[in-house]
C-alpha cells in the first residue's frame, strides 16, 4: 500500500545527489513531497532531481559550506513550491588522520560541512517555518558523534556537536511548532565508505563490531528519517536516534558470539 505522508509538503534536502539524502528525497518524492535538492555535486544531483520528474523536485549546485548558497537553497523551495515544511540537512564528508597528523585545513573543512552547515540549514529555513506555523528538521548526525573512534577526530566532533545542536534548536524553536531532530547512522553501504573495500580484510572486521553483523542499506535509514520528518512524530523534538544495527549499544568488549559458535543467522 503507498503512503501519503508527504501529499502538498515541501522538502529541502542537502546531499541528495547520493547515498543516504538521494534514499530520503526519493521517499519523500514517492509519499508526495516536492523536493528541492541542493549538492556540490552538480551532475549526479541534477541527473538524480531529472529521474524524479520535474513537477515536484528541482536542483540547485549548493556548497552547504557557505551560508549564502544555503540560503538560495532554502528560498528556491519558496520560490518554485510555495513553502517550506521539512529540511534534512545531510550533506556530510569524511576525514581519517590521528589527530596529531590532521592537517588544520581537513579540520576545518570536516567542521564546515558536517556542523557549521546544520546551522546554516537551520537559521535559513526557520523563519519560514515560523512565518508558516511550524515545519520539522531533521540532520544526520552518526554513531560517531556518540563515542570516538580511530582516526575520525573531525568526524567525532562535528557529529558530536550535531547532536547537542539538535537539542538546542529544538529547544529554542518547541513554542514556534518547528521540531528538530537526528538521526545517528552506524556503517551505511554508501559512497563515503567506498574506501572500505580498498582495504583487504577490512569489511568483515567492521560488520563483525555492528550487534546485527552487517552495514545499513540507505533505505534502513530514510525510513527513520521519513518518521522523524513526519506528523507521526508529533510528539518528538530534540532527540536524535541511533539507526545501527546494535552498534552503539555495545561496549566494546570481545564479540563473545565468536566463542558461541552463534553466528549470524538467515
Ligand atoms: N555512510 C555511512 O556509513 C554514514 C554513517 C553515519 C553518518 N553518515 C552521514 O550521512 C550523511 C550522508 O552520507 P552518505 O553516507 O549518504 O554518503 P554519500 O557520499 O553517498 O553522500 C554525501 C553527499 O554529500 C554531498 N556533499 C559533500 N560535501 C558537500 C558540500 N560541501 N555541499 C553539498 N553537498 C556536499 C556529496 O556530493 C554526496 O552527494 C553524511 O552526513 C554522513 O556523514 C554516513
Same mark, same amino acid.
Given at each position: 500500500m503507498?503512503?501519503?505522508?508527504?501529499?502538498?509538503?515541501?522538502?529541502?534536502?542537502?546531499?541528495?545527489?547520493?547515498?543516504?539524502?538521494a534514499a530520503v528525497a526519493r521517499l519523500f518524492h514517492d509519499e508526495g513531497a516536492s523536493v528541492v535538492i541542493g549538492d556540490l555535486d552538480e551532475a549526479g @544531483?541534477? *541527473?538524480? %532531481?531529472?529521474? /524524479? @520528474?520535474? *513537477?515536484? %523536485?528541482?536542483? /540547485?549546485?549548493?556548497?552547504?559550506?557557505d551560508y549564502d548558497q544555503v540560503k538560495a537553497l532554502v528560498d528556491l523551495a519558496v520560490s518554485k513550491f510555495g513553502r517550506l515544511d521539512i529540511l534534512f540537512n545531510n550533506a556530510g564528508v569524511?576525514?581519517?588522520?590521528?589527530?596529531a597528523d590532521l592537517p588544520v585545513e581537513d579540520w576545518k573543512r570536516t567542521i564546515a560541512v558536517n556542523l557549521d552547515a546544520v546551522f546554516y540549514g537551520c537559521k535559513a529555513a526557520i523563519p519560514v517555518m515560523r512565518a508558516q506555523g511550524g515545519g520539522a528538521i531533521v540532520s544526520t548526525a552518526s554513531a560517531s558523534g556518540m563515542a570516538g573512534d580511530f582516526g575520525f577526530g573531525a568526524y567525532n566532533a562535528a557529529k558530536a556537536g550535531v547532536i547537542n545542536f539538535t537539542r538546542t534548536a529544538a529547544i529554542d524553536h518547541a513554542r514556534h511548532g518547528i521540531r528538530v531532530n537526528a538521526v545517528c547512522p552506524g556503517p551505511v553501504d554508501t559512497p563515503i565508505l567506498s574506501g572500505v573495500d580498498a582495504v583487504p580484510g577490512l569489511r568483515p572486521v567492521w560488520e563483525d563490531c555492528v550487534p546485527m553483523g552487517r552495514f545499513a542499506q540507505a533505505e534502513e535509514i530514510a525510513a527513520v528519517v521519513a518518521f522523524l520528518a513526519s506528523d507521526e512524530a508529533s510528539y518528538l523534538t530534540g532527540v536524535s536516534i541511533p539507526v545501527d544495527g546494535g552498534l552503539t549499544a555495545h561496549t566494546g568488549q570481545p564479540n563473545l558470539h565468536r566463542w558461541m559458535g552463534d553466528e549470524v543467522e538467515g
Amino acid at each position: 500500500m503507498s503512503r501519503t505522508r508527504f501529499t502538498g509538503k515541501v522538502a529541502v534536502v542537502t546531499g541528495g545527489a547520493s547515498g543516504i539524502g538521494a534514499a530520503v528525497a526519493r521517499l519523500f518524492h514517492d509519499e508526495g513531497a516536492s523536493v528541492v535538492i541542493g549538492d556540490l555535486d552538480e551532475a549526479g @544531483g541534477a *541527473a538524480f %532531481a531529472d529521474s /524524479l @520528474g520535474n *513537477a515536484r %523536485a528541482a536542483f /540547485l549546485k549548493t556548497d552547504v559550506s557557505d551560508y549564502d548558497q544555503v540560503k538560495a537553497l532554502v528560498d528556491l523551495a519558496v520560490s518554485k513550491f510555495g513553502r517550506l515544511d521539512i529540511l534534512f540537512n545531510n550533506a556530510g564528508v569524511g576525514s581519517f588522520s590521528r589527530i596529531a597528523d590532521l592537517p588544520v585545513e581537513d579540520w576545518k573543512r570536516t567542521i564546515a560541512v558536517n556542523l557549521d552547515a546544520v546551522f546554516y540549514g537551520c537559521k535559513a529555513a526557520i523563519p519560514v517555518m515560523r512565518a508558516q506555523g511550524g515545519g520539522a528538521i531533521v540532520s544526520t548526525a552518526s554513531a560517531s558523534g556518540m563515542a570516538g573512534d580511530f582516526g575520525f577526530g573531525a568526524y567525532n566532533a562535528a557529529k558530536a556537536g550535531v547532536i547537542n545542536f539538535t537539542r538546542t534548536a529544538a529547544i529554542d524553536h518547541a513554542r514556534h511548532g518547528i521540531r528538530v531532530n537526528a538521526v545517528c547512522p552506524g556503517p551505511v553501504d554508501t559512497p563515503i565508505l567506498s574506501g572500505v573495500d580498498a582495504v583487504p580484510g577490512l569489511r568483515p572486521v567492521w560488520e563483525d563490531c555492528v550487534p546485527m553483523g552487517r552495514f545499513a542499506q540507505a533505505e534502513e535509514i530514510a525510513a527513520v528519517v521519513a518518521f522523524l520528518a513526519s506528523d507521526e512524530a508529533s510528539y518528538l523534538t530534540g532527540v536524535s536516534i541511533p539507526v545501527d544495527g546494535g552498534l552503539t549499544a555495545h561496549t566494546g568488549q570481545p564479540n563473545l558470539h565468536r566463542w558461541m559458535g552463534d553466528e549470524v543467522e538467515g
